[in-house]
């Protein structure tokens, strides 16, 4: 399996809304939103907003011509925490394990040295140990636990756990 990254662009509005919306749809709960996540028209609104953003990237990952994963990355737009920006990742269910997570926060690290950013941040929900294991793996440590942090489309509550990397 070969797998490319690249930068997300505009056409990709509606298989990355098939990505999610699948992920979401999962039992697993690893997505705040229900199986309906952005329309597609907004999904291209907002890729069209990240690629015009100096401070944000959204990079994919693809076989052939399949998006198999997604990463966001946005610099904290506060002037005493501009070193720092958030992650969002996402895999297909059919791509775990495979090395696409660990590709996509390599490419994070190098968004982040072109960036000089030298801190990132996630959140991740505790109930989710193989992406807490991969990014223990990769030298995020726990900063601390933000209770009842989310609200899920059911009107639950979910913590998440703050983890971070220091680059520099």
Avoid: C
């Amino acid at each position: 399996m070969t797998v490319t990254v690249r930068t997300a662009e505009p056409r990709d509005a509606d298989a990355l809304v098939a990505l999610a919306s699948a992920i979401a749809g999962e039992p697993e709960g690893w997505l705040l939103s229900d199986a309906r996540w952005r329309s597609v028209a907004a999904e291209r609104r907002y890729v069209r907003a990240l690629r015009r953003h100096p401070d944000a990237g959204l990079f994919l990952a693809t076989v052939g011509d399949t998006i198999v994963g997604r990463l966001s990355i946005t610099r904290d737009a506060h002037p005493s925490s501009a070193h720092v920006a958030d992650i969002g990742l996402m895999v297909a269910a059919s791509h775990r394990r495979q090395g696409v997570a660990t590709l996509l926060m390599g490419v994070a690290e190098e968004w982040a040295g072109f960036a000089s950013v030298t801190k990132l941040e996630l959140h991740v929900f505790p109930h989710n140990s193989p992406a807490i294991a991969l990014y223990e793996k990769l030298g995020y440590l726990e900063e601390g636990v933000r209770r009842r942090h989310y609200r899920r489309p059911d009107g639950t509550y979910a913590d998440a756990i703050l983890m971070a990397k220091a680059l520099a």
